[in-house]
Nanobody, 123 residues
C-alpha cells in the first residue's frame, strides 16, 4: 500500500526556519511525482513545491521561491521542505502528496495524501 506521512510542523516566529519531512512507503520516491501543499484557514489548498514525474524538475510557488527548498533522500524514502525566512502568510496546514504521474503542482493531479502538519508563524 502507498502511504505518505508528514511531520515537523511547529510554532515559529517570523523570520524563523522549519524543516518538514515526508516519509513515503509503497513506491520509489524518485519514480513518482511528490510535492508539498498547504491550506490556510478559509483558503484553497495550494501547491508549494513539487517534483515533476515527467522530467524530475522542481517547481515552486512564486510566494515561496528563494525561501523554501525541497529535497529528497531516496535511500531514506523521505522528502523534505526546508522553510526559511518564514512569514505570517506561511501559516497553514502543510500536506505531503504523491502521484504516479504529475507534470505540475496542481493538487487535483495528486492521489495520495498525508494528514497534514500545522505550521504557525506568529509574532
Amino acid at each position: 500500500q502507498v502511504h505518505v506521512v508528514e511531520s515537523g510542523g511547529d510554532l515559529v516566529e517570523p523570520g524563523g526556519s522549519l524543516r518538514l519531512s515526508c516519509v513515503v512507503s509503497g513506491f520509489r520516491l524518485d519514480y513518482w511525482a511528490t510535492g508539498w501543499f498547504r491550506q490556510a484557514p478559509g483558503k484553497e489548498r495550494e501547491g508549494v513545491s513539487c517534483f515533476s514525474s515527467v522530467d524530475d524538475s522542481i517547481l515552486y510557488a512564486p510566494s515561496v521561491k528563494g525561501r523554501f527548498t525541497v529535497s529528497r533522500d531516496n535511500g531514506k524514502s523521505t522528502m523534505y521542505l526546508q522553510m526559511n525566512r518564514l512569514e505570517p502568510d506561511d501559516t497553514a496546514v502543510y500536506y505531503c502528496a504523491a502521484s504516479p504521474w504529475a507534470a505540475d503542482c496542481e493538487a487535483d493531479k495528486f492521489t495520495v495524501w498525508g494528514q497534514g502538519t500545522p505550521v504557525t508563524v506568529f509574532s
